[in-house]
C-alpha cells in the first residue's frame, strides 16, 4: 500500500488580460500621414499607367526646355527672395532709422498679393501699349519698338521678378524670427572682438539664422514651382505648365503624372539639398536671461539707404498694384457687387480659416512626434506627408479627385450590401474635398514652421520637464507652445494667405457653383475683365494684412524683455 500526499489545490489569482500599450505618438503619426499620403499615392500610382507615345513625344521636343527653364526660374527666384528677404530682416531687426516700425509689418503685406494678379497689372503698365512705354515715346519722339531698348514684361525674367516680389515676405518672415530670437550675449560678443554690424551680420547673425533661411527660400522654391497663372501668362515653359498642357490639352492625365513625378524627383534633390545643407546645424539659446537686442544707430546716410532698401520691396509688391487695383475697383466696384461678391468673401475666409487651424494641428503633432522618436520609419513618413506642397494643386487635384471616389465607393457599396441603401458620394465635390486638398498641399508650412520651432528649443528643457513630472502633452503644452508661439503663428499666417489665393485646387475641387474669391478673379482676368475683378483681387489682398500686422506684433513681442528693455546704441 502506498501512501499518496493530499493534493492541495492552491488558488491562484487569474491572469488579468492586459491590454497592449499603444504609442499614441506613433499610431497617430501614421494615420496622418497615411491620410495625408493617399492623394501622392494615388498620383505615383496614376503616373505607373501606360500613357502611350506621349512621354517619348515630350523627350523628343519640350522636356530639355522644361528642365531648363524650370531650374533658372528656382534659381533666381531663390536668390532674389534670399537677399531681400534676409536683408530687410537684418535691417529692421537691427538698425535703428526712421520708418522702421512700419517697415517691420509693411514688408510682410506683399504676400498677400497673388502673383498671377500682379504679373496682369504690371503687364498693364509696361507692356508696348503701356502707359509707361507711351509716355518714353511721347516724350523722346520714338515712333515704334525698334527706336528704343524696353525689357520684355512677357519673360522669364518678368516672371523671377514678378515672383520674387510676392514671395520674398517667406524668408523675411522666418529671417526676422530667427534673428529676433538669437542671444545678446553672441552678438555683444562679436562686437568686443571688434566686429563692426556689416561683420557681425555676415559672421554671426546669418550662420545662426541658416536653418530658418533655408527652410524660407525652399518653401519659395517650392511655390515657384507650383506657379501656375504667371508663367502661362507670360509664356515661360516650366514643369507646371507643361503639366498643364499634357492634361488639359493633350487629355493625358497618365502623362501629367508622369510630368508630376519627375517634378518630385526635383524636389526631393531640393528638400535632400537644404537638408545637407544644414546638417548640424541647431543652436541653442542657453542663457537664462533674455535682454533686448542691441539697436545699432545708422547715420544719415546709412538711414536713407536702409529706408530705400525696405521701401522699394513694398512700393513695387505693394503699392503700385493696390494703386492700379484700386482705380479700377472704383470704376467697377458695382459690378462685382452684383456678382454674389459677399458670398464668394464668406467662401474663401470659411475655408482658409478651417485649413489653417486643422494644418497647424497636425503640423505641430507631426513635429514633436518626429522630436520625442527619431525612428527612421516616422522620419521618411513624415518627409513623405510634407511633400504634398511640392505637388502642384491641379495634379494634386486629381489624386484627391481619384482618392476621394474610391472611399465614396467603398462605403456606397457597403451600405448597399449591409443594409440596403446608397448613400452616394459623401466626401467628392464638398467642401470637405477642398479643405483636405489645402491640409495636404500647406501641410508642410506648417510642419517646417513647428520643426524649426522645436529644433531651437535645446532637449536639456525636456529633460528638466520630465523629472518634474510632466508627460509629453504635458511638456508640449506647458514648455514648448508658448516657447514656439512666434513660429506657430507664422505658420498660421502662412497657411491661411495661401489658401485665400489658392487657384488650381479650388477650380478642381469645389462644389457645384461655389465660389472663392480666387477662382472670381481667375475667371475674370482670363476672359480680360481685370479691372471688373479688381474689388476681388483688394480683397484677397485686405484678407491677408491684418493676419500679417497681428503676426509681426506677436513675433516682436515673442521675445522676452524686447518691449522693456533698453536699446543699445552703437555707431
Keep these: 500500500m502506498t501512501d499518496t500526499a493530499p493534493t492541495t489545490l492552491v488558488d491562484t489569482p487569474p491572469k488579468r488580460f492586459k491590454m497592449p500599450r499603444i504609442n499614441v505618438w506613433g499610431f497617430g503619426t501614421l494615420a496622418v500621414c497615411l491620410g495625408v499620403a493617399m492623394p501622392i499615392v494615388w498620383v505615383l500610382g496614376l503616373a505607373l499607367t501606360p500613357s502611350g507615345d506621349i512621354w517619348q513625344h ?59 494678379v500682379i504679373a496682369y497689372v504690371y503687364t498693364d503698365l509696361l507692356e508696348y501699349s503701356g502707359p509707361i512705354q507711351g509716355m518714353i515715346r511721347d516724350f523722346y519722339g520714338f515712333e515704334t519698338k525698334s527706336d528704343y531698348y524696353f525689357p520684355e514684361i512677357r519673360s522669364l525674367g518678368g516672371a523671377i521678378t514678378m515672383m520674387t516680389l510676392v514671395l520674398y515676405p517667406y524668408v523675411y518672415l522666418l529671417a526676422r524670427a530667427s534673428f529676433l530670437e538669437q542671444s545678446v550675449c553672441v552678438l555683444e560678443a562679436s562686437r568686443t572682438l571688434g566686429k563692426g554690424p556689416w561683420e557681425s551680420f555676415l559672421k554671426v547673425a546669418l550662420p545662426l539664422a541658416r536653418p530658418a533661411i533655408a527652410v524660407g527660400v525652399s518653401l519659395v522654391m517650392m511655390e515657384t514651382l507650383n506657379d501656375y497663372g504667371t508663367v502661362d501668362f507670360f509664356a515661360v515653359s516650366t514643369f507646371s505648365k507643361g503639366i498643364y498642357d499634357v492634361w488639359l490639352n493633350m487629355n493625358s492625365p497618365e502623362g501629367a503624372a508622369q510630368l508630376a513625378s519627375l517634378l518630385l524627383m526635383f524636389v526631393m534633390v531640393l528638400v535632400g539639398l537644404e537638408r545637407y545643407g544644414r546638417r548640424k546645424q541647431k543652436f541653442h539659446n542657453t542663457a537664462t536671461q533674455t535682454r533686448a537686442l542691441p539697436g545699432f544707430k545708422l547715420s544719415p546716410g546709412l538711414s536713407a539707404l536702409a529706408f530705400m532698401a525696405c521701401a522699394l520691396p513694398v512700393v513695387l509688391g505693394f503699392l503700385v498694384p493696390s494703386w492700379v487695383l484700386g482705380g479700377y475697383a472704383l470704376d467697377f466696384y458695382q459690378d462685382t457687387l452684383d456678382a454674389d461678391y459677399w458670398t464668394t468673401t464668406w467662401n474663401s475666409l470659411l475655408l482658409s480659416t478651417l485649413a489653417a487651424i486643422i494644418a497647424i494641428i497636425l503640423g505641430i503633432f507631426l513635429a514633436y512626434s518626429l522630436r520625442l522618436g527619431q525612428s527612421p520609419w516616422i522620419h521618411a513618413m513624415t518627409r513623405f506627408a510634407a511633400m504634398g506642397y511640392a505637388v502642384p494643386g491641379a495634379v494634386l487635384a486629381i489624386g484627391l479627385v481619384m482618392y476621394l471616389g474610391w472611399v465614396d465607393n467603398t462605403i456606397d457599396g457597403w451600405a448597399r450590401e449591409s443594409f440596403g441603401f446608397s448613400t452616394g458620394l459623401i466626401f467628392s465635390g464638398t467642401i470637405i474635398a477642398i479643405t483636405f486638398g489645402y491640409v495636404v498641399r500647406f501641410l508642410s508650412l506648417s510642419f517646417g514652421s513647428a520643426e524649426t520651432g522645436l529644433g531651437k528649443i535645446t532637449a536639456n528643457m525636456d529633460g528638466a520637464a520630465r523629472t518634474l513630472g510632466l508627460g509629453p502633452m504635458a511638456t508640449l503644452r506647458r514648455v514648448h507652445l508658448p516657447i514656439m508661439r512666434g513660429s506657430i503663428m507664422t505658420a498660421a499666417l502662412l497657411v491661411f494667405v495661401d489658401c485665400m489665393k489658392e487657384l488650381p485646387m479650388t477650380v478642381m475641387l469645389r462644389p457645384f457653383n461655389f465660389e472663392t474669391l480666387a477662382t472670381f478673379v481667375h475667371q475674370y482676368a482670363s476672359d480680360e475683365m481685370l479691372p471688373e475683378a479688381a474689388l476681388a483681387a483688394l480683397s484677397i489682398v485686405i484678407a491677408g494684412i491684418i493676419p500679417v500686422i497681428l503676426l509681426s506684433i506677436t513675433i516682436t513681442r515673442s521675445r522676452a524683455g524686447h518691449q522693456t528693455g533698453k536699446e543699445n546704441t552703437a555707431e
Excluded at 58 to 84: A, C, H, S, W
Design 58 to 116: 515630350l523627350v523628343d521636343t519640350v522636356l530639355t526646355n522644361l528642365v531648363i527653364t524650370t531650374l533658372l526660374l528656382m534659381l533666381g527666384v531663390g536668390f532674389g527672395t534670399f537677399v531681400i528677404g534676409t536683408g530687410t530682416a537684418w535691417i529692421v531687426t537691427m538698425c535703428r532709422f526712421p520708418g522702421k516700425r512700419i517697415f517691420e509689418w509693411a514688408l510682410l503685406i506683399p504676400m498677400a498679393v497673388p502673383a498671377y
